[in-house]
């Protein structure tokens, strides 16, 4: 079975401490969902376009258990601290 992954790309940054907040909230509701950071941050080199201010990409088993990631309350929790805080897209991808 194919790896899930979770791609967030930050545009745009409004608020830097409501991300901080967000982030730690995250952070634990992303081990107990068994995913993991594979890279995240702001030292982003450009190679083509518009860089993002910061990006984040997660790992997990399978898309099934990164959509059940991003539905689980202690995320949809996290996430509300963050909203209209950053403008971002964000979606998941199957790995090869």
């Known amino acids: 079975m194919a790896k899930g992954y979770i ?12 991300l901080k ?4 909230h995250a952070k634990s509701a992303l081990e107990a969902n068994a995913g993991r950071y594979v890279a ?5 080199s450009k190679l ?3 860089p993002p ?13 990164a959509k059940a990631f991003y539905a ?3 995320y949809q929790g996290a996430k509300k601290k963050l909203d209209g805080k950053v403008d971002r897209v964000m979606f ?5």
């Open 21 to 24: 907040l967000y982030g730690v």
């Open 53 to 65: 201010e910061r990006c984040t990409i997660l790992e997990f088993e399978s898309v099934e258990a």
């Open 72 to 74: 689980c309350e202690d």
């Open 92 to 96: 998941i991808i199957e790995g090869v």
């Open 40 to 44: 995240r941050g702001s030292n982003i």
């Open 7 to 18: 791609v967030s790309i930050h545009t745009k940054i409004i608020d830097e401490e409501k």
């Open 48 to 50: 083509e376009g518009i």
